[in-house]
């Protein structure tokens, strides 16, 4: 490793010339969370964090940006103040895996070794997969609470807005927290119905989904807001160009039949959730499993065929709902089995799945959606104080006071509030 610490300036000398025993890809939340768990529990011990990007992003907060409840800089903090005290920071992305060599390549041009590798380098958005899409994001009515720079746009459309068309699409799954696309939706109409526009303004929205949730407990009180705010729903209808300049959206609606039909919608405002993949780099990788994602044991996260990679977060090929909450769960129990890794001690620990949508529902209320694999309800607060299934304004206060400081001060810094992970044979 002595050459890629040579190349890589941002290495400590106390890193320099070992293989790292734990190599982390991805500095977003489930990179940091992972690594400052796993540098809690064990000191001394060498972990690099190979993140490309200088700032990170708390990308729940985007859809109160786009609802004008956060300003856009709380979201965003330099990376370099994140990285946990004991880990090196490489500021490069990896370009390639080579898991039988225990090596990966980074676009500085080195490679680098490593015990054993954590994989969390989230998804891609594939904003291109839309024909016209790009050249108009930002412009022309077209947003998306899904990008740090547009969310304030989507903000700025709902306040000008006062008469017309309003578009939110949804694209297939899987997508990370699948309820934003709702939210941004639910937000605008709020505030237009505060503001006596409801009647002036049309709202659909198109979903590529058979139904409006994933999880049928949560459906009904979505469908109270559907007919509140008269959103008319077009389920199965997938958005595939838009034309900024004329303010057309293009679907491929699936009929009753299974017929598809191509449809074409004028829009004032368009709210885009883009079609999302597992980044290429991980999908041509010996590391890839089905849909290009990382084929971990949904349990315990380790690789199925590696036994010194794991993978967590949205990258990750399990079946969970994609969100910052799931990361929370995920990364000390990714933190015991690294661990147990490089001691060659057997898996302690395994994840069941959780995950969590705050769904916005409107301005102080949110319908918490908590749920483990195979859509089970996990709620985390006795039902007699938080109902999920029900608009609360105890979910609201959650979203917008507690869940930030969970984030930055607790989950980034390896504090594991109420997240112990489950040790594997015990009852949960
Ligand atoms: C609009 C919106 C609303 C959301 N709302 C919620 C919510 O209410 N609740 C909730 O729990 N979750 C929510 N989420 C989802 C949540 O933000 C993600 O699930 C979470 O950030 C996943 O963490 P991650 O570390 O896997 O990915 P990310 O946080 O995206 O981090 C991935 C990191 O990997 C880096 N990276 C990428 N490629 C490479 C490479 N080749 N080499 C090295 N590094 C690389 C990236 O730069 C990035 O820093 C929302 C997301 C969005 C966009």
Redesign the pocket.
């Known amino acids: 490793m002595t050459d890629t610490a040579a190349s890589a300036p941002s290495l400590s000398s106390s890193a320099r010339g070992l293989t790292y025993d734990v190599v982390v890809?991805?500095?977003?939340?489930?990179?940091l969370s992972t690594a400052s768990s796993i540098l809690k529990r064990r000191g001394g011990i060498t972990v690099a964090i190979?993140?490309?990007?200088g700032s990170?992003?708390y990308?729940?907060g985007?859809?109160l940006v786009g609802g004008g409840v956060f300003k856009q800089s709380q979201t965003r903090r330099s990376e370099k103040k994140l990285i946990p005290a004991g880990a090196d920071w490489v500021q490069a992305?990896?370009?390639g895996f080579e898991p039988d060599a225990n090596l990966v390549h980074l676009s500085n041009g080195s490679s680098i070794r490593y015990n054993v590798l954590v994989v969390?380098?989230?998804?891609t958005l594939d904003w291109d997969a839309i024909p016209g899409l790009t050249e108009t994001l930002g412009r022309n009515g077209v947003t998306s609470?899904?990008r740090y720079d547009l969310a304030p746009y989507t903000w700025q459309l709902v306040q000008t807005l006062g008469r017309g068309n309003a578009v939110f699409t949804q694209p297939p799954m899987p997508i990370?927290?699948a309820?934003?696309p709702q939210?941004a939706m639910y937000l605008a109409c709020d505030a237009w119905r505060r503001r006596g526009l409801a009647d002036n303004i049309h709202v659909s929205f198109h979903t590529a989904t058979p139904g409006l949730f994933g999880v049928k407990e949560f459906v009904p009180a979505l469908m109270e807001y559907i007919k509140r705010y008269n959103i008319d729903l077009e389920l199965k209808s997938r958005l595939t160009k838009v034309d900024g300049a004329s303010r057309i959206a293009t679907f491929e609606n699936v009929g009753e039949d299974g017929a598809k039909a191509t449809v074409e919608t004028e829009f004032d405002m368009l709210h885009v959730v883009p079609p999302q993949r597992a980044?290429e780099?991980i999908s041509s990788s010996p590391l890839a499993g089905d849909g290009g994602w990382v084929a971990v044991d949904p349990a315990t996260l380790r690789h199925v065929k590696y036994e010194n990679v794991f993978a967590?977060?949205?990258?990750a090929g399990t079946s969970n709902a994609?969100?910052?909450?799931?990361?929370r769960v995920q990364a000390p129990v990714v933190a015991v089995n690294v661990l147990a890794t490089l001691d060659h001690r057997p898996m302690v620990a395994d994840y069941d799945g959780y995950?969590?949508?705050?769904l916005t529902v409107e301005r102080g209320k949110i319908v918490l959606a908590e749920f483990g694999y195979g859509g089970k309800l996990e709620p985390t607060l006795p039902t007699w104080l938080l109902d999920g299934r029900k608009p609360t304004q105890l979910a609201w206060f959650l979203?917008e006071w507690v869940m930030p400081v969970l984030y930055w001060d607790g989950m980034l810094k390896g504090r594991e509030l109420m997240v112990a992970p489950h040790k594997i044979g015990t009852p949960r």
Do not use: M, R
Request: aromatic residues 6%; positive net charge; proline residues 8%.
């Open positions: 890809v991805g500095g977003g939340a489930a990179g190979i993140e490309p990007s990170h992003f990308q729940p985007w859809t992305a990896a370009t969390a380098t989230g998804l609470n899904y990370k927290c309820g934003a939210k980044p780099v967590l977060g949205d990258v994609k969100t910052a909450a799931a990361v995950g969590a949508c705050p979203k």
